[in-house]
């Protein structure tokens, strides 16, 4: 299968090992991934914020970015979210039905990681070995806006070596919500502190999610507080075998 690259803007600019392992792990199941060199930022922090009318040039350049491909992968369930839950309304709220329709229909066929892995290839078992102590962390976006379920968590009990752990209220925010963790500061770094404290609970050497975005906030208060805990993408573990290494690369290093 030809699978397009959505990239992400984090990943581009900060965390490119997520976006990494995420070729290397489709490229060995057997598929080609091509990376659409026109793409740019999603939109989504602009809509978030209030700015629709600066996201429509965003969401056009998306849509035609990615409109050659059947299928369209992306290790992130927020971005994705936003693709499949605001791109077509930003469209259609500056009356632009055609870009609407066409936005529909990019949507339809664009992935979060874990999603095509189970929905689309119909597999769990991806070959990886990953000998460490995990814990995974439900992003809002993931859990809430794609309703992904336990994909991630099914894919993650068949790695070799890996030993999965409940983390505690899971599905609680992490409290970064992209600008929301700056706009509201003392909140975020409220609910951020009721995250660690869960995962250090757990005593895993390794906390996992879908979302650099949100690694990188739990993954810096880890640091913070010389935890030892590491933060790695899901596309990072699952990528992982005895040949090339198991460690992973951390998003934030303590």
């Known amino acids: 299968m030809r699978v397009a690259l959505f990239v992400t803007c984090l990943a ?3 965390f490119p090992a997520a976006a990494e392992a995420t070729v290397r792990l489709l490229e060995r199941l057997g598929h080609q991934v091509v990376f659409p060199p026109e793409q740019t930022c999603c939109g989504q922090m602009h809509v ?3 700015y629709s009318a600066q996201a ?4 056009r350049r998306h849509v035609r970015a990615f409109e050659p491909y059947d299928v369209v992968v992306a290790p992130s369930g927020s971005c994705v979210g936003s693709v499949r839950h605001q791109h077509a309304s930003v469209a259609r709220n500056a009356g632009d ?6 936005a529909e229909a990019v949507s339809e066929r664009t992935y979060e990681l874990s999603e095509f892995l189970v929905d689309v290839l119909g597999v769990t078992d991806v ?3 990953y000998p460490h102590r995990v814990t995974y962390h439900p992003t809002c976006h993931s859990l809430r806006l794609l309703r992904v379920g336990d994909r991630p968590l099914r894919l993650l009990r068949e790695v070799r070596g890996l030993d999965l752990v409940e983390l505690p209220q899971a599905e609680q925010c992490c409290g970064f919500g992209g600008t ?10 409220a609910m951020l502190a009721d995250k660690l404290r869960h995962v250090q609970s757990t005593g895993a050497d390794v906390c996992t999610a879908g979302d650099a975005s949100c690694l990188m906030h739990i993954g810096g208060g880890l640091a913070r507080l010389r935890t030892g805990v590491r933060t790695v993408h899901l596309a990072e573990i699952l990528a992982a075998t005895e040949r ?5 690369r951390t998003a934030v290093r303590a």
């Open 127 to 129: 070959g990886a070995y």
């Open 97 to 102: 039905e055609r870009l609407a329709s066409r």
């Open 48 to 50: 978030n914020t209030g």
């Open 56 to 59: 429509l040039p965003l969401v």
């Open 12 to 14: 581009d600019t900060l």
């Open 180 to 189: 929301f963790a700056v706009k509201n500061a003392d909140t975020s770094t």
């Open 244 to 248: 090339s290494g198991s460690i992973g």
